[in-house]
């Protein structure tokens, strides 16, 4: 079975300044999608990047950026240039491709912005 | 787009009452998702349809569990009798399902607040 394991319960950064967030997952498979999640305290799920497995770039979506290695089977998240709106719960999540398949997620980051 | 729709929003009853959660996927996706949220043991999937066809219910809990997708653009989830123990904020979640660029990806509704006394 999948896990997703986020190792980091808890992270603080400074307005402005550049944080980043661990995952990793544990899969036999070669083709999948993995994802962040940003849960603010609203509890909407909002998406904040994706990447598929078969890509060797690594996805951007602005100030979002991802560190995907695939061998080591780690995908971290880089919050740059960080606002106070980026505090929230992140969650990484795993989903196999090819079919319609659900999503597993890990137990989530708590991220903290302070001025 | 409106988005994933669910109601009601916040949901407070006593233990033993029936319970139903509603959920309008957005238009055009074939794949819904429900989940369920909770401190204890995080976010976890309950069933998902594919094509208004449950694919997958090994995550609900127990019989006092049912979901059902009468078509496309409307799913519920039916708790009864409902216990403390199901208190959670249940998500729904959509997507295109297998179609391919971007379409694995889930979108979700604002969730149902769901508290038993």
């Known amino acids: 079975a999948q896990t997703v394991t986020q190792s980091q319960p808890e992270m603080s950064v400074q307005e402005a300044e550049t944080v980043t967030l661990s995952c990793t997952y544990d899969?036999?498979?070669?083709?999948?999608?993995l994802f962040w999640y940003k849960q603010p305290p609203s509890r909407q799920m909002i998406l904040v990047i994706r990447?598929?497995?078969?890509?060797?770039q690594n996805a951007t979506e602005n100030r979002f950026s991802v560190n995907f290695q695939k061998a080591a089977k780690s995908f971290s998240l880089k919050i740059s240039d960080s606002q106070l709106g980026d505090a929230a719960m992140y969650f990484c999540?795993?989903?196999?491709?090819?079919?319609?398949?659900?999503?597993?997620f890990g137990t989530g980051t708590r991220l903290q912005v302070t001025l | 787009d409106a988005g994933v729709i669910q109601s009601p929003r916040h949901e407070v009853t006593e233990m033993g009452q029936e319970v139903t959660l509603r959920c309008k996927p957005i238009?055009?996706?074939?794949?819904l998702f429900w989940y369920r949220q909770t401190m204890m043991r995080g976010l976890e999937l309950l069933i998902y349809?594919?094509?208004?066809?449950?694919?997958?219910d090994s995550g609900m809990p127990e019989d006092r569990f049912s979901a059902k997708m009468p078509n496309a653009s409307f799913s519920t989830l039916k708790i009864q009798p409902s216990e403390p123990r199901d208190s959670a904020v249940y998500f729904c979640?959509?997507?295109?399902?297998?179609?391919?660029?971007?379409?694995?990806?889930?979108?979700f509704g604002p969730g149902t607040r769901l508290l038993v006394l």
């Open positions: 238009s055009g996706h074939n794949s």
């Open positions: 349809f594919n094509n208004n066809v449950p694919i997958d």
């Open positions: 999540a795993y989903r196999e491709a090819g079919t319609a398949s659900k999503l597993t």
């Open positions: 899969t036999s498979e070669s083709d999948y999608y």
């Open positions: 990447q598929e497995a078969y890509k060797q």
């Open positions: 979640a959509s997507s295109l399902g297998m179609t391919s660029g971007g379409a694995e990806t889930q979108y």
